[in-house]
């Protein structure tokens, strides 16, 4: 497993941005597929975005796409989800993950490693 540690969740008007980023350390990082996902409250943990092992293949949640962007930097060890045009039903506890598989996935039972998560509120 790799130990993980998420950053750059705060409070901003709808509209805005954040950034995220989520610092790795202990095997491998770039072995590992990426994702976050976010849990309102109330709500299960939903999946947000995915990077695969290289960062050549990315995957989006319909709410995000288009709004978000996942990247990754193997020779940081850190990946990043980059949100603009932010909207109040993106409140959440953002949580970065890492997957064993190659390409990762959608569902939180595809990972094996969970950070703390960050909360991001959005005002209307």
């Known amino acids: 497993q790799v130990q993980l540690v998420e950053s750059g969740g705060g409070l901003v008007q709808a509209g805005g941005s954040l950034r995220l980023s989520c610092a790795a350390s202990?095997?491998?990082?770039?072995?590992?597929?990426m994702g976050w996902f976010r849990q309102a409250p109330g709500k299960e943990r939903e999946f947000v975005a995915a990077?695969?092992?290289?960062?050549?293949?990315?995957y989006y949640a319909g709410s995000v796409k288009g709004r978000f962007t996942i990247s990754r930097d193997n020779a940081k060890n850190t990946v990043y989800l980059q949100m603009n045009s932010l909207k109040p039903e993106d409140t959440a506890v953002y949580y970065c993950?890492?997957?064993?598989?190659?390409?990762?996935?959608?569902?939180?039972?595809?990972?094996?490693?969970w950070g703390q998560g960050t909360q991001v509120t959005i005002s209307s």
């Open positions: 993950a890492a997957s064993p598989l190659r390409i990762g996935g959608t569902r939180a039972s595809d990972y094996d490693s």
């Open positions: 202990g095997r491998t990082f770039s072995s590992y597929a």
């Open positions: 990077i695969s092992w290289s960062g050549g293949s990315t």
